[in-house]
């Protein structure tokens, strides 16, 4: 079982930065990936960037690309996801997921069998 926790959340402006957190606890020793997905409201929830185990590799999907960064501490467990030049389109609940599928940098949902309760990132203009 693993128990994941983001944090960072919250209100920016368009064209600044936030900088989300998920750590996890449990046994993550089977996990391949962990990956940040998002949710608008009436939207399906998508995949954002993911990590793979020791950080050897790194996906993202085609709107973040360049803008956000996914690293990790593994002495703290902890994975980050950078965001910058923040738009009003990356309004949404962010969500963290640990996957150990071996395909896991594609960022399918269904990959992904622990998630965090979300963190909430809003950008005004």
């Known amino acids: 079982q693993v128990q994941l926790v983001e944090s960072g959340g919250g209100s920016e402006q368009a064209g600044g930065s936030l900088r989300l957190s998920c750590t996890a606890s449990?046994?993550?020793?089977?996990?391949?990936?962990v990956g940040w997905f998002r949710q608008a409201p009436g939207k399906e929830r998508e995949g954002v960037a993911a990590i793979y185990a020791g950080g050897r590799s790194t996906s993202y999907s085609d709107s973040v690309k360049g803008r956000f960064t996914i690293s990790q501490d593994n002495a703290k467990n902890t994975v980050y996801l950078q965001m910058n030049s923040l738009k009003l389109e990356d309004t949404a609940m962010y969500y963290c997921?640990?996957?150990?599928?071996?395909?896991?940098?594609?960022?399918?949902?269904?990959?992904?069998?622990?998630w965090g309760q979300g963190t909430q990132v809003t950008v005004s203009s």
């Open positions: 449990g046994y993550t020793g089977g996990s391949n990936c």
């Open positions: 997921a640990t996957s150990s599928h071996i395909f896991c940098l594609r960022l399918r949902l269904a990959d992904y069998n622990y």
